[in-house]
């Protein structure tokens, strides 16, 4: 909104606002406005969490060092989503249907978080939305993103073939050709990409949601993400980089840019907060809609594979949960004493600002080497 003000409106009687054209200046007035938000409204919010009693449940068979926790405000989530939303709607040019997308699926993914919070601050035990009615939602959400982007592919602006790292010539189309042509069954030559689009955008989200078991763990791992998908999402939308790159080129996600800058803002603005001690948590609110968020920015950058190594972390923590079940179920036996990941560590004695500090050390690591593959082709 601010960006149709100062740059078709205002620019012609002051000149120095032509500024506002390049998508660099935006994203990062973008990135401060979103952390002063956070900055800002974090003692409000706190502060009216509390007088509301939204406050965290632990589970008994948890860590019991976590009890203490109990009590502490939740639903901070609320904080992030309006620091991502607020200036990614007055700095980016509502006309790009990948940052309304983006916008859209943050806050689709954040409403099913809010109602799984909501569920379990007004009955007051650890539960929430069934696993089945969350996930349900979810596929409902990835489905929409999928036939959005399916109908940028009919005006040529998208892709369904995926790029994979190290390998430039190869990418494989997720539509199967055959049936396009067949009247009554094309919409079966869609299953493989949405099914994609599920696994990939459902699974970073449950990912981001398992990873926020301690205080300021999962927002700084999603801070690392979102400052490599700002650079990731600048690159694939610059024809000089893409080209010297060997990347998709994707010129209408130049505006996403500006989405990734909030991202970071708002991640940086809520760690201020949740580090430890944390004054609030996120909530299922926040960590799904980080999660959807950063899901979708990588389907629609084409970088669905990469984000295995840029979202490494989440992957992990999502993969010991499905270890574990599976091994129990199978076998009767436990591989780690508790998952997600990061409960092991904390059961085997180290110290809770130890294992967050060296999983940010790992996510940082994870983000380089996703940019070195860039050019490693």
Not at 137 to 166: D, E, N
Not at 336 to 352: A, D, V
Request: with cysteine; aromatic share 10%; charged share 15%.
């Amino acid at each position: 909104m601010l960006y149709y003000l100062f740059f078709f409106a205002l620019r012609r009687h002051f000149s120095p606002l032509n500024v506002f054209r390049y998508i660099t200046v935006r994203t990062a007035v973008a990135s401060l406005t979103a952390l002063l938000l956070s900055l800002i409204l974090g003692p409000w919010m706190i502060r009216r969490l509390r007088e509301l009693q939204v406050k965290q449940y632990i589970r008994e068979e948890g860590p019991q060092r976590h009890q203490a926790k109990a009590g502490t405000p939740t639903m901070g989530g609320l904080l992030i989503v309006s620091a991502i939303v607020i200036p990614t709607l007055l700095w980016a040019d509502l006309r790009n249907v990948y940052v309304l997308l983006a916008v859209g699926a943050t806050l689709a993914f954040g409403t099913i978080g809010f109602i799984d919070d909501y569920n379990k601050v007004v009955r007051k035990r650890n539960k929430g939305l069934s696993a089945m009615g969350k996930l349900l939602l979810q596929i409902l959400t990835c489905a929409f993103v999928g036939a959005v982007l399916i109908g940028m592919q009919a005006k040529g602006a998208y892709s369904t073939q995926l790029s994979v790292p190290f390998l430039k010539r190869l990418h494989p189309n997720l539509v199967i050709g055959s049936l396009l042509n067949a009247r009554f069954i094309w919409p079966l030559a869609y299953v493989p990409f949405i099914l994609f689009l599920v696994i990939v955008i459902a699974g970073l989200s449950n990912g981001v949601n398992l990873t926020d078991g301690l205080d300021g763990l999962a927002i700084g791992c999603v801070l690392v993400t979102a400052v490599a998908l700002t650079v990731i999402t600048y690159l694939s939308s610059n024809a000089v980089y893409a080209q010297y790159l060997e990347i998709q080129k994707i010129p209408d996600a130049a505006e996403l840019t500006i989405f990734c800058g909030s991202l970071t803002g708002a991640s940086l603005g809520f760690l201020w907060y949740n580090a430890h001690p944390a004054e609030v948590f996120m909530g299922d609110v926040g960590s799904l809609a980080l999660g959807g968020a950063i899901g979708t920015i990588a389907v629609i950058l084409k970088q669905e594979i990469l984000m295995l190594s840029i979202g490494g972390i989440f992957i992990i923590e999502l993969l010991s949960v499905m270890l574990q079940v599976a091994s129990f179920k199978l076998t009767g036996k436990r591989i780690f004493k508790m998952s997600p990941l990061h409960h092991h560590f904390e059961l085997i004695g180290w110290g809770e600002s130890k294992i967050i500090v060296r999983f940010w050390i790992l996510a940082l690591v994870f983000a380089l080497f996703s940019l070195t593959t860039l050019k490693l082709r």
